[in-house]
């Protein structure tokens, strides 16, 4: 299971908004009814790109090893 602040990478890219796998995000809320996590996207600079609300299935956790 996810937790709140885990890295996260998308396990397919999505067309809108345009995230690809390589662009890290950090969970920033979990729900528990449905289960769902919202996840900040960042760019290498530190701007949002997007906020979502994704599903388990949606997600691979990366270790803030893997990112740099």
């Known amino acids: ?13 999505m067309e ?14 979990v729900y ?5 996590y919202e996840v900040e996207f960042v760019d290498d ?4 790109l997007a906020i979502l609300t994704l599903e388990e299935d949606k997600l691979a956790r990366v270790s803030r090893t893997n990112v740099d």
């Not at 809108?16 to 809320?29: A, C, F, H, R, Y």
């Not at 528990?32 to 769902?36: F, G, L, N, Q």
Request: glycine share 8%; net charge negative.
């Open 1 to 13: 299971m996810l937790q709140e602040y885990d890295l996260v990478r998308l396990k397919q890219p």
């Open 45 to 48: 600079k530190g701007s949002t």
């Open 16 to 29: 809108s908004p345009k995230l690809g796998v390589e662009v890290i995000g950090t969970i920033v809320m």
């Open 32 to 36: 528990d009814d449905p289960p769902a």
